[in-house]
């Protein structure tokens, strides 16, 4: 199987709302968002798919090892990162971008609480907002303001995924929401580890699906006008996200203890046409 197949085969597999809104670019553009998407996924899996944490750590070292050849102009043995390099030469992408993915998944396999927001924006950071700038630089830019709007963008993708998945997180074992909100809440860590709504617990997501929805806002303010045709595309991402918080909101952000909410196909090809046709505003 060729590099790039297999990429493909591994974005397919996900069924994710991630790559709703690419398929409007060219394919060169198209094969490079689906390239850093599978590198994303795999480091996904080595963090969720190891039971022994010993042997995810050694995982994740190897990956760290592979990428270097990306870079140093050596063959990796991975799929992954032999598409990798036939793409980050094109598209200028950056090493420690990458690194710094790595370093969030390792945060991931050494932490499952984070005691403040601050803590919990550097997770985000790592994990989303430097995929945010990967996906900026592949669409192009002309204003490096447009880096700020990414960062500010993943993190708002990534605090709408950890709004939806507080109960299945639960189930793991953790919980992204900062320890200092829960006690201002009065939400002990057992009510989400028993997967067990309060009123309080109400009150804490409420207060989570307020701050979501206006960093989506702060990012938007964040990107340039000469850049927002470029990046219409990732827009419609964050547009589906959108959509999916404000699903949440309408349901009852303290139901994400229970069950998982998501967009239906359908309407996210609804979202990504009209956001093509008229754009977003949050």
């Known amino acids: 199987m060729l590099a790039l197949d297999y990429c493909h085969q591994k974005a397919a597999e996900s069924h994710s709302s991630f790559l709703s809104g690419f398929r409007f670019l060219s394919v060169e553009k198209r094969n490079a968002i689906t390239v850093l998407y599978a590198f994303c996924r795999e ?3 080595v963090v969720d798919g190891y039971t022994d944490p010993n042997v995810a750590q050694i995982t994740l070292n190897w990956w760290r090892n592979d990428l270097e050849k990306v870079f140093n102009n ?9 598409a990798l390099k036939d793409i980050r030469a094109n ?21 499952a609480r984070y005691g403040s927001f601050d803590e919990l924006k550097l997770y985000c950071h790592r994990v989303a907002g430097v995929v945010g700038c990967l996906i900026a630089r592949i669409l192009g830019f002309t204003n490096p303001k447009t880096l700020e709007y990414a960062d500010k963008m993943g993190l708002a ?4 995924n ?3 998945d507080v109960g299945e997180d639960a189930r793991q074992g953790r919980i992204y929401l900062p320890i200092g909100e829960m006690q201002k809440f009065d939400v002990p860590a057992n009510v989400i580890m028993q997967c067990k709504p309060t009123d ?6 409420q207060f989570q699906v307020n701050r979501a929805r206006e960093t989506y806002r702060e990012a ?5 006008a000469e850049d927002k045709k470029s990046q219409k595309v990732g827009l419609i991402m964050a547009a ?9 909101d309408r349901d009852g952000a303290q139901n994400v203890l229970t069950y998982k909410i998501a967009i239906p196909s359908p309407r996210k090809k609804r979202i990504a046409l009209k956001t093509w046709l008229f754009g977003f505003k949050p």
């Not at 309080?200 to 997501?205: C, D, S, T």
């Open 74 to 82: 050596e063959m990796p043995e991975h799929p992954v990162h032999q």
């Open 43 to 45: 480091l996904d899996d």
């Open 162 to 164: 950890i709004i939806r």
């Open 157 to 160: 993708l990534q605090l709408t």
């Open 240 to 248: 589906i996200y959108y959509a999916l918080l404000n699903e949440i």
């Open 200 to 205: 309080n617990f109400a009150k804490l997501m």
């Open 91 to 111: 598209f200028d992408l950056p090493k420690n971008e990458f690194e710094a993915l790595i370093d969030g998944m390792q945060m991931d396999l050494e932490q």
């Open 220 to 224: 938007m303010s964040l990107l340039p």
